[in-house]
């Protein structure tokens, strides 16, 4: 008779526990289970030495009561450094390319228009070496710059389109009714507008910042000592494949995890009653 | 003589033309004027061209030919004159067009702020002594969405009133709401009349237009088919179109 309540939770998170839920669970389990031991006797064909002991020393060292950070976890904090600036570009980049697209000038709608299918259509990876090798050295720019200039025009490009629909997606009587009590486009765009459009966006944002930092791994390509080039670095040496291919993985399954949170919970704070 | 004696007509409409793309005529050679405290109700069916009208004396509507002048100002490509007309003319929609991520005070605090350049003083003692006025200041602090349809009006009203404006439209400012919550509307617009308020009224309460209207014009196709005081429409309407309409609005 319980077993479809559906609790004020589950109406939130659209999960409803109920006894075939746990089969679902201990299918799932036995699954993984079998995945593992696969992998396992998989490796044991290889002859594969596991090191793991090895690993933490790379993430941090302990002497003598200090506390230093290892190469991977320097490396993570380049990698913030890079999805730090990145996002806060790529945001104004997408902004304003998104402004462009829905203004009256030919000349601004033809910009941002250009720019999008130029960056949507070409690989991540061409322009960061185009970046890179062909207007670094002529603009002077350094590698690190380079890196967030090429990541964060990529991410842009997609972000603006997010940020379009959303603008497009807020009623007209908004405009009307803001232009009625005399507010320019700008105050429009900034107190109206914006803020109703983000906090609809704030799901796909979050998707695209966490693509930021996943495709922040690229830059790695040019010798940018961030956490995937700390990671190759330290295969090279030590051979431990395995281990450290992990460990990465997992570094950048926490960080994103904990970016969707962060963003959940901003989403239920910031929620507009409609 | 002009700028010497106090202008007639504070709404100076001339011959103004507007066709949507389509090819819908919505407003044909119309003209009319509107004197200072005089309060104007715009009747006609559906289509007629009263809301276009409405929406093109605030410039939400570009007009084709014609020219259009408020208080003086010509409403022109010339985006000052623009601005300066939209302070002065406050527009009431069917839909409210409330902020939904703004409170109610933040609502009319808004334009006060950055259109007049107020303080967060001035503004509040403003919007608080407009919130009694409209009748609802226990909800100062309440989003839209927690208001009931003829409160979300009355704070639209308060909205509009925050800039101090010459001339007030309301697009069918009852239209969207309960029966039982068009007379709280209704009350405020008659007391913002009854005030000297000029006003630019479309609607089909012509109990309002008996009660505060100084004209009544009925439109169709664009034009003015019939204008007259409201005693004219109900007593001895000319044209049958217009008593056509009447009957099936009364």
Not at chain 1, 146 to 170: K, M, Q
Request: net charge neutral.
């Amino acid at each position: 008779m319980n077993r479809l309540m559906i609790t004020p939770r589950a109406r939130r998170t659209g999960l409803v526990f109920n006894r075939s839920t746990f089969f679902d669970i201990l299918k799932f389990i036995l699954l993984i289970a079998v995945l593992t031991f696969l992998i396992y006797r998989g490796t044991l064909g290889l002859g594969y030495n596991w090191q793991w002991f090895r690993v933490p020393k790379y993430l941090f060292l302990l002497e003598d009561g200090t506390f230093t950070l290892g190469p991977l976890l320097n490396g993570l904090m380049v990698t913030f450094r890079i999805t730090a600036w990145g996002l806060v570009l790529a945001f104004a980049f997408g902004l304003v390319t998104a402004l462009f697209r829905l203004s009256h000038s030919f000349v601004a709608v033809v910009v941002a228009r250009g720019y999008l299918e130029l960056i949507r259509n070409t690989p991540l990876l061409v322009q960061i070496f185009f970046l890179y090798f062909v207007m670094a050295p002529v603009l002077g720019i350094e590698r690190l710059f380079a890196a967030i200039l090429a990541l964060s025009l990529f991410e842009g490009a997609y972000a603006s389109e997010i940020l379009r629909a959303g603008i497009v997606s807020i009623h007209k009587g908004q405009w009307e009714a803001a232009h009625s009590l005399g507010l320019t486009t700008f105050h429009t765009y900034r107190y109206i507008i914006l803020p109703q459009a983000i906090r609809r966006l704030l799901p796909p944002l979050t998707s695209q910042a966490i693509s930021l930092i996943k495709d922040s791994a690229l830059v790695s390509t040019i010798a940018v000592y961030e956490l995937t080039m700390e990671g190759r670095a330290i295969v090279a040496d030590t051979f431990m494949t395995f281990e450290i291919w992990f460990t990465v993985a997992a570094i950048y399954l926490v960080v994103t995890i904990i970016l969707s949170l962060v963003v959940t919970i901003m989403e239920v704070r910031f929620k507009v009653v409609h | 003589m002009q700028g010497q004696t106090a202008r007639e007509f504070i709404i100076e409409v001339d011959k103004i033309n507007k066709e949507f793309p389509g090819g819908v005529r919505a407003l044909v050679d119309f003209s009319t004027q509107v004197r200072k405290g005089e309060v104007l109700v715009v009747i006609g069916p559906s289509g007629s061209g009263k809301s276009t009208f409405l929406r093109c004396l605030n410039g939400l509507e570009e007009i084709d030919s014609g020219s259009i002048v408020i208080d003086g100002i010509p409403l022109d490509d010339n985006r000052k004159h623009r601005l300066e007309i939209r302070k002065e003319v406050g527009m009431v929609f069917q839909l409210f067009n409330l902020f939904p991520h703004l409170t109610v005070v933040e609502n009319i605090n808004l334009a006060q702020k950055l259109v007049r350049k107020k303080t967060k003083e001035e503004a509040a003692e403003m919007t608080m002594s407009l919130l009694k006025k409209v009748g609802i200041p226990e909800k100062a602090n309440n989003y839209p969405s927690h208001l009931s349809g003829g409160q979300q009006q009355r704070v639209a009203i308060a909205r509009a009133l925050a800039l101090m404006p010459k001339v007030m439209l309301f697009d069918e400012a009852t239209s969207a709401l309960d029966p039982e919550m068009i007379g709280e509307v209704l009350d405020v617009m008659k007391t913002l009349a009854r005030e000297g308020m000029t006003m630019v009224v479309v609607t089909h309460e012509m109990g309002f237009a008996r009660e505060v209207s100084d004209r009544v014009i009925f439109m169709d196709g664009g034009r003015i088919v019939e204008e007259g005081t409201v005693e004219h429409f109900f007593t001895n309407p000319q044209e049958e179109r217009t008593k056509l309409f009447l009957s099936q609005i009364l």
